[in-house]
C-alpha cells in the first residue's frame, strides 16, 4: 500500500474520518497476513514509511502506525503519506 490519506473530509467530522484511515490500514493489514506464504518463510516482516508527502518519509514499525497518524492529526497536517509493503521474513534459530 503507498498512498496519500487526506486528513479533512467535507461531510465527515474529522475524528471519524481518521478512524475510518485507521481501520483501512488495519484491514489492509489483516488481508496481507492472511495470504499464504510462498516458499519457505516463516511469517511476513512489513517495511512501514510515514511522512507529510513521499519525498520526505521515514521508516517507522508497524505498531507505531496509529501513533503517527495522531501525530499529524495534532500538527494539523492537511494530509499524510504511509507506504507498507510485506516481504516474507525467516525467523532466527536460536542457539
Excluded at 11 to 28: C, L, N, P
Excluded at 39 to 67: Q, R
Aim: net charge positive; charged share 35%; aromatic share 10%.
Amino acid at each position: 500500500m503507498k498512498k496519500t490519506f487526506k486528513l479533512s473530509h467535507e461531510k465527515i467530522q474529522s475524528e471519524r474520518w481518521v478512524e475510518s484511515i485507521k481501520h483501512e490500514v488495519k484491514k489492509y493489514i489483516k488481508r496481507e497476513r492472511n495470504k499464504p506464504l510462498t516458499g519457505d518463510a516463516d511469517f511476513l516482516e512489513f517495511d512501514c514509511k510515514f511522512g507529510a508527502s513521499a519525498d520526505g518519509c521515514d521508516e517507522i514499525h508497524l505498531s507505531e502506525i496509529n501513533k503517527s497518524i495522531d501525530d499529524a492529526v495534532n500538527q494539523g497536517l492537511d494530509s499524510f503519506y504511509l507506504e507498507i509493503l510485506s516481504k516474507p521474513s525467516y525467523r532466527a534459530k536460536k542457539s
